[in-house]
Structure formats: C-alpha cells, structure tokens
C-alpha cells in the first residue's frame, strides 16, 4: 500500500521547513572560523561532507550557525527518522537523565533496558522466543552478533557479501569490503571472514535464485558449512550502494543456513527502523533471520544499538560474558522507547512508502535521459526512503565524478546528499522519515535539476 501523498504533510515542526542559502558562499563566515578550528584540531581522516556547522535541526532541515537551512536528505546516515528534535524523544531523554546518567545495566539494571529488548522481541520478525543484548554502536552490534553464533555453532568462520558494510572496528573492517577509507593501511585484519557474490541485478542479471545458487556454491566449496559459524547479509546494501538483492536471493540464502545450522543474521543497520517501507528490509520477502543487528534509527539519534536473535543462540554465550561500559545506556534506552512509539503513532513505515512514491515520480524520468557529458542515471532503485540513483559515463563505466559535481551542486543550493557504492557512483537518499511532502518536493526538485545540469 502506498501512502498518499497527503499523509507527508500532516506533522507539525518547530523550524521553518524551508531551503534557504542566506551566506553568499558556503561555508558562511561562521561556518568557515569554526572549519578552521576542526583543521587544526581534529584529523583530516574526520572529513565533513556539510560545509554548515550545524546549531539546529528539525523534520527535514538542518540549520547552520550562518543561518543556512538546509534540506536533509542524509538523517546523520538513517539516523534521525523520527526527526533530529522529536518532541517526544527530548521529552524522554530529560525525563531520564533527570533522574540518572548512568549506572550500567550490568552493575545496577534499570527498566528501560529490559523494555527495549521486549519491544525488539514483539517488532522483529519469528514467531519464537527471542533475546536481545543491547549496545552502542552498530560496528558493536555486528561484532557481538558474531562471537555470539561463534558461541553458539562451535564453528568460526564468517561469510560476508561482495561491497557488504559492517562498521570500522577491527573485525567489522575484515567485514566491510570497501578498502579506501575504511580499510587502507589499517590492517592486519580479522582472520576467517570470507567474503562471497551478493545479488546485484543491475550487473549480474541473475534471477535471485540463480544468484543464490553461486553463493551457496562459493559458500561450500571454498568455506564448508561444517566450518561456517554465520552469514552476515545486509538486506539492502547501504555504502554499498544501496544495492537491493534480486526477489528470492534473501530466502534461499537463509534456507541454506537453516539447513546447515549456519546462523543467517540480517544486518539492518542502515535498513531496518521503517525506513523501507516496513519494520524491517527482511519483511519484503518475509525472510526471518536467526539474529539481527539494528542501530541507527532505533534511539532517535541517541548512540544505541542492539543484537535479537532466537533465545538459544543468543543464550550460547555464559553469564557474565556479554556487556560493555555504556552498552545500553539509560538515556539511550529512553530515547529509544519514545522513537519506536514515534515509528507507530506516526505509521512512519507507511511515510517511508510515501516518500518512495513522491521520489520515483520525480526521478524515475531521469533514467535513460542522455546528458551533455554522456554521462547517465543506469537506475533509480530502493525502498521506501532508502532510495539510489546509480550513475554510468558514456562508456557505461561507473562515474563517481559526475557523482561529486551533482553533490556540490545540491549543497550549493542547500540540499544535503550522501553518496555510495565501492566507486563512489550512487547517490542515495536517507531523508528523515517526518519531512514534509512540500520540501521532500523542493530538494527531489533540486537533485533532478543538478543531474541534468551535470551528466
Ligand atoms: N552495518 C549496514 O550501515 C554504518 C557508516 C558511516 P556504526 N553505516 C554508516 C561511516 O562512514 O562510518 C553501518 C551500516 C551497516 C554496520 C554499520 C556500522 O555502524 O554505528 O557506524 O558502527
């Protein structure tokens, strides 16, 4: 069911909802002290895409300390789906740290852990019992997803896909395949991950079976599941381009781990939270994974992340042998309660598939126009506001320079985009899940203008 168009426009905000460049250039001469100070204080490995510091955000926009208002299409990277200043999040986060900071759930427990994890349990899918351990980030998530299937299988090797994105730690960095910047010169790496072909139908123009098949071929041959601990699949590719396997990929790989007691964790980081269309980017194809990873859109910009997974997987590991400083905090915990009823009260799944209506009315005509440079948009692909558009030169090679101009003509205008993919040649749109129809219109607007104006 798609959304009409009707329901992005029933919110209310706190800031003008409003794309506004006041500054003559970017950064504005705020902007432009405070970027100075970053560079001699922080390392350039930090590289801001906004050229705005920001001092307010709300819905869809981002405020910058020259008055800049920017139209958000990147929510802190999926993060701020229910809006960076939900009224109802602020509320909870005071409330808490009103009454405690920090205790850590494992030295002296609190509720608001424990609710969490049962909300988790109810959202997730699989009719069955269910645990959940929770953390900070999603790197942590991923990682703990890991030594829990090792605990659990008694195996230790991991599968990973082609372009896959697990976090920056040192096994996530094994995990992620991208090797400039997240890899380069930071080895030695994690040993047993192995990496195996993820569907990719634009290039492989395999069925989702057919590309499953492949797989499952690499995954015996080369691995052996009698060795293999875990497959760790995003089921829509973030960094990696926003790359949504072909129809019956995902349930073929899982029913291969079920019947070679694999553990298939769904890593829905970057998808889960509504932000397709639906709690989860696994409920498309109805695929039930043994555990998944979730971050991100969980807490509502709070650092929070969480492992769910069945009860006699996630119970493998002994007591005592699971935690973490903050893992879990309070406040976070809060911010998540208030988030996740925020997802329901405000169907934000059902705006998701709105936002995916709006956006492929506007872009979808891109595809196929044949620009001054050659260069064009190969797709328009993705679920709900988790949106791609891929770019190919005139030889039908990925461009990702035509990728940067269209990002620094969006910005000039005050749009903010994020691009992906291992060459760089996908822009992808993660708008928070609360912007309004008018200016989800104005920046879709902008964006098409600067692929005409630039491929
Ligand atoms: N798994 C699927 O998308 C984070 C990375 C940003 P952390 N993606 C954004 C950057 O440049 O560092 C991500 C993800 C998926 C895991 C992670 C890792 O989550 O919270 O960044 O550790």
């Keep these: 069911m798609t959304a009409t168009p009707s329901t992005l426009s029933t919110l209310t905000y706190r800031l003008p909802q409003e794309r506004k460049i006041v500054t003559d250039q970017l950064p504005g001469p705020v902007s432009a002290d405070l970027a100075a100070r970053t560079a001699a204080s922080v390392p350039r490995g930090i590289a801001p895409a906004l050229a705005g510091y920001v001092v307010d955000a709300d819905g869809g926009v981002l405020v910058d300390a020259d008055g800049n208002s920017f139209v958000d299409f990147a929510s802190g990277i999926a993060v701020t789906s229910v809006g960076a200043s939900n009224e109802k999040v602020v509320a909870a986060v005071r409330e808490a740290v009103g009454h405690f900071t920090h205790t850590n759930f494992t030295t002296s427990p609190y509720a608001s852990y424990t609710a969490v994890a049962e909300k988790l349990a109810e959202i997730t899918p699989g009719d069955f019992d269910k645990r959940t351990v929770l953390l900070n980030s999603g790197a942590e998530a991923v990682e703990n997803a890991v030594k829990i299937a090792r605990s659990y299988t008694k195996k230790n090797a991991v599968v990973v896909m082609d372009r896959a994105y697990h976090g920056r730690t040192n096994l996530t960095m094994a995990m992620t395949a991208k090797n400039v910047p997240y890899k380069s010169g930071f080895g030695p790496f994690a040993s047993e991950v192995y990496r195996a072909p993820m569907s990719y139908p634009l290039h492989d123009g395999l069925t989702g079976p057919e590309a499953a098949e492949q797989t499952i071929y690499q995954m015996e041959k080369e691995i052996g599941a009698e060795n293999l601990a875990c497959v760790v699949i995003e089921p829509i590719q973030g960094e990696g381009g926003f790359v949504v396997p072909a129809e019956g ?91 996740l009823s925020q997802m329901e009260d405000l169907d934000l799944a059902g705006r998701a598939r709105g936002i995916e209506a709006v956006a492929r009315e506007i872009l979808e005509p891109l595809v196929g126009e044949a620009g001054a440079s050659g260069s064009r948009v190969a797709e328009v692909r993705g679920r709900g506001a988790m949106l791609a558009l891929e770019f190919v030169d005139a030889e039908g090679r990925p461009d990702g320079a035509v990728v940067k101009k269209i990002a620094a003509a969006c910005q000039a205008a005050g749009l903010l985009i994020l691009t992906c993919g291992l060459d760089g040649n996908v822009i992808r749109l993660l708008p928070p899940l609360v912007i309004g129809e008018d200016l989800l219109r104005d920046g879709l607007t902008v964006l098409a203008g600067a692929v005409r104006e630039n491929i």
């Design 249 to 339: 990929f995902l349930p073929a790989i899982a029913e291969w781990c079920r019947a070679n007691d694999v553990v298939f964790i769904a890593d829905e980081i970057q998808a889960g939270m509504c932000r397709t269309g639906d709690w989860f980017a696994v409920n498309h194809e109805g695929v039930v994974p043994d555990m998944m990873t979730t971050a991100k859109g969980i807490a509502g910009g709070m650092p929070l992340s969480a492992v769910t997974g069945r009860a006699e997987i996630m119970d493998a590991p002994g007591p005592g042998s699971l935690g973490g400083t903050y893992a879990g905090s309070p406040v976070a915990c809060a911010a998540a309660i208030a988030a």
